[in-house]
């Protein structure tokens, strides 16, 4: 889950101070916060990302991909025209920092007012020399870690303290508000059937990734499907993925399942509730939602109830014999309750204490150029 740090970025980005980040982890925690992906510079990749070597398209996970190295995943482009070998986007030992990653994020360090760098030992080469390239540029570099880096010596300001602890303080002296991490999840739920005589039919119930049948949901731990209003019928736990029930029913009757997916540990919740309605004579609607502003009412709902478990269908398609959903389900949604701390916020707006150094003062004590209002972000460790 994104820390207290990961979100006050975001916020910063929002309000025009950060530009942009420059991340040496793999961990998507960026992404997942909101960190716009033009925004960031991946330099060892992403363990969730996935890219097409063909037309260079993009694909975020929701799980781990299989392997390392830029080395062909089993899933293919989804474009029509191209429908390339996938592969994964962290580097190996011996690869070189892509170019993709690197320009940009040479160029903002070039530009930027404030190189900030957070919990990185900046030893790690050749990442650690960019916020150097701000100075070159007349800007300057803020570090903030617990132990001392071979770059405080060139730094302007140096605190040697905890990441969230002084973010949270920079957040207090700026009025600026920590927002929530909340995250939205998406699964399909699948509902195909076949006729074996004239009054019954065999139904198959499939649950699983949008991003293939094979691909995993590490979100989910199981489903329980019951019948509220067909008594006779024995409700169903599943626990092997994909989440898979065969059934046969009576043609005429109509029933409600009830799919209660039990969410994995790391989630916010326990469970989430999704109503299922079969009707085999009743053609449903097909419809599809714009995802962003499903995504948005969802967020906003699990603001409003600090709570996660929020459903709603994004897509729904009724074909002869078939038809799916594509539902988006908040699976977490956590908020800092941040304690004001005098301390954490007189260093963050001044420097003074004793964990806290100033370097290469100008003469007007604020150690900052005029010609520039911008922030890039450097990081190794949040």
Known sequence: MPSLTHMALVELERAGILKFVISQNVDSLHLRSGIPREKLAELHGNSFMETCPSCGAEYLRDFEIETIGMKETSRRCS??????????????WEDALPRKEMDPAEEHCKKADVVLCLGTSLQITPACNLPLKAIRGGGK?????????????????????????????????????????????????????????????????????????????????????????????????????????????????????????????????????IEWPVNFWRKKESFSHDKNEVIRKLRDAAEDES????????????????????????????????????????????????????????????????????????????
């Open 79 to 92: 474009g029509l025209k191209c429908r390339a070998r996938l592969k994964d986007t962290v580097l190996d």
């Open 141 to 273: 570099i803020v570090i903030v870690n617990l132990q001392k880096t071979p770059k405080d010596k060139k730094a302007s300001l140096v605190i040697h303290g905890r990441v969230d602890k002084v973010i949270a303080g920079v957040m207090h002296f700026l009025n600026l508000r920590i927002p929530p991490y909340i995250r939205v999840d998406f699964v399909q739920i699948s509902f195909s059937h076949s006729p074996k005589k004239k009054t019954y039919l065999k139904w198959i119930l499939k649950i699983q990734s949008i991003h293939g049948p094979s691909a995993p949901l590490p979100f989910l731990k199981s489903v329980e499907v019951s019948f509220p209003d067909r008594p006779n019928l024995k409700p169903a736990f599943l626990q092997k993925q994909p989440f898979r029930l065969k059934r046969e029913t009576a043609r005429k009757k109509s029933f409600k399942m009830l799919l209660r997916f039990n969410l994995s540990d790391g989630c916010g919740c326990s469970h989430t509730i």
């Open 307 to 382: 709570s996660c478990g929020q459903n709603a269908i994004v897509e729904m398609k009724d074909l002869p014999k078939f038809e799916y959903t594509i539902n988006a389900i908040v699976t977490n949604a956590h908020k800092w309750d941040v304690v004001e701390d005098d301390k954490a916020t007189e260093i963050a707006s001044n420097g003074n204490g004793s964990v806290a150094k100033r370097c290469n003062e100008t003469e007007n004590g604020n150690g900052l150029s005029s010609k520039r209002s911008k922030l890039s972000g450097s990081d190794e460790d949040l």
